[in-house]
């Protein structure tokens, strides 16, 4: 009975999930007039939205190595990658979070631990965050170092420095003193610097080949000229896009978060209307291949 509940409420936030994917679609309004070859861009659109469903299973392939080790034991792609693709449209929910707690709803059908699903969780979005901060510095750090030192901080450097160790200090305390650090004593491992190298492989998979389709949007939609240092710019420019919009609440899919930032960054190097347009255009074949990659899922494994 338990089960067959978690089913049907799995079931009932898919559904209300596929409503808001085409609310927002609907209310897109694409600037045509930028659009230099419409049957070149809509070739375009399809060929990201289908690479966009390979890396919804490439990310359900860092979620499992994660799960492998909190749980130390194997697990089934046929059991991880449904869940993974079904909760992935629940962040196109209002409150953006839905994509979180569907997992752990999901994954309680097939036994999973709530903190196990919650801690492979925390584990992900710490680890896209280093990625995005790791490919940025690589790629476009003077860049973003100028664009930052724009940007008043009304907080001395000196004082969020020590306010974030403080808090870091705070949060080790009480997970040392709880009854958790006994039963994760494996993350104080060699085998946990491991998984942190290879999601950090498969992030930067994720996140890099995206920043590339927004080059193409933007060079081959709209015949932007473009320089070899504004491309790393651009790939730089999504990740970061694309990361704060997955971890901040209240964005359902990141909607307004990654196209707001696209156009802080891009902006002094197109116009706010390409940038705009190219994000839209991007924002389509992301969701296009959400979607393909639920479809795929259920088809495949029938579940």
Request: aromatic share 14%.
């Amino acid at each position: 009975m338990k089960n067959k509940l978690f089913k049907y409420i799995g079931y009932l936030i898919t559904l209300i999930a596929f409503i808001f994917i085409g609310k927002s679609i609907m209310s897109v309004n694409l600037q045509i007039k930028y659009i230099k070859s419409p049957i070149s861009t809509a070739l375009l659109v399809i060929f990201i939205s289908l690479c966009y469903s390979l890396i919804v299973f490439v990310s359900s392939c860092a979620w499992k190595i994660t799960l492998e080790f909190i749980k130390s034991g194997k697990l089934s792609y046929k059991d991880i990658i449904p869940i993974y693709a079904k909760s992935n449209i629940g962040k196109y929910l209002p409150g953006n979070v839905m994509q979180f707690a569907g997992r752990n709803i999901l994954a309680s059908k097939l036994g999973f631990k709530q903190l196990d699903v919650t801690f492979c969780s925390l584990i992900e979005i710490l680890m896209l965050l280093i990625t995005d901060c790791i490919l940025s510095f690589i790629f476009a750090m003077k860049t973003f170092r100028n664009i930052l030192s724009d940007i008043p901080l009304k907080i001395p450097p000196v004082i969020f420095i020590l306010i974030c160790l403080l808090s870091l200090a705070i949060v080790i305390f009480f997970i040392l003193k709880s009854k958790i650090i006994k039963q994760y004593r494996h993350f104080f491992s060699v085998n946990f610097i491991k998984l942190l190298l290879k999601l950090f492989v498969v992030y930067s998979f994720t996140l890099i080949i995206p920043g590339i389709f927004l080059f193409l949007l933007l060079k081959i939609s709209l015949y932007c000229k473009i320089s070899l240092s504004l491309f790393f710019v651009i790939i730089s420019s999504y990740t970061i896009s694309w990361v704060l919009g997955y971890i901040v609440p209240g964005a359902p899919g990141g909607i307004g978060i990654r196209e707001s930032i696209l156009i802080l960054i891009l902006g002094p190097f197109f116009s706010n209307n390409i940038v705009l347009l190219a994000a839209l255009l991007l924002r389509i074949s992301s969701t296009a291949g959400d979607l393909l990659a639920f479809l795929a899922a259920y088809f495949i494994f029938k579940t």
